[in-house]
Nanobody
Framework: QLQLVESGGGLVQPGGSLRLSCASP????????IAWFRQAPGKEREGVSC????????NYATSVKGRFTISRDNANNTVYLQMNALTPEDTGVYYC???????????????????WGQGTQVTVSS
């Protein structure tokens, strides 16, 4: 069973930055596509960003494009989500998830991801 652990969430003021980490001692980042999802109170879960395991290609939700950057460190089995220019609309619980299949282009569709972390809270507020 693959276990993912998110970290890096917290409280930040609008315009600030955070870097989330998704780590798993049991996975090789190069073999699992990884995605970040988030869920705000009263809203449905939405895909934020993903990175392909085989090509490194990335994908971003329109709302975060140009502000968020996903990257991976295969040596440390960790995927990062650098979040800049945060707004209150970015508030929510952020989850990382692993895709068991190798895809040249990742997609942010929740049911494709079999393994999920416990989530980390991000709150953007003044």
């Amino acid at each position: 069973q693959l276990q993912l652990v998110e970290s890096g969430g917290g409280l930040v003021q609008p315009g600030g930055s955070l870097r989330l980490s998704c780590a798993s001692p049991g996975f090789a980042a190069g073999r699992h596509g990884i995605a970040w999802f988030r869920q705000a109170p009263g809203k449905e879960r939405e895909g934020v960003s993903c990175i392909s395991s085989s090509t490194g290609r990335t994908n971003y939700a329109t709302s975060v494009k140009g502000r968020f950057t996903i990257s991976r460190d295969n040596a440390n089995n960790t995927v990062y989500l650098q979040m800049n220019a945060l707004t209150p609309e970015d508030t929510g619980v952020y989850y990382c998830a692993a895709d068991p299949l190798v895809r040249p282009q990742c997609v942010m569709t929740g049911f494709l991801y079999d393994y999920w972390g416990q989530g980390t809270q991000v709150t953007v507020s003044s």
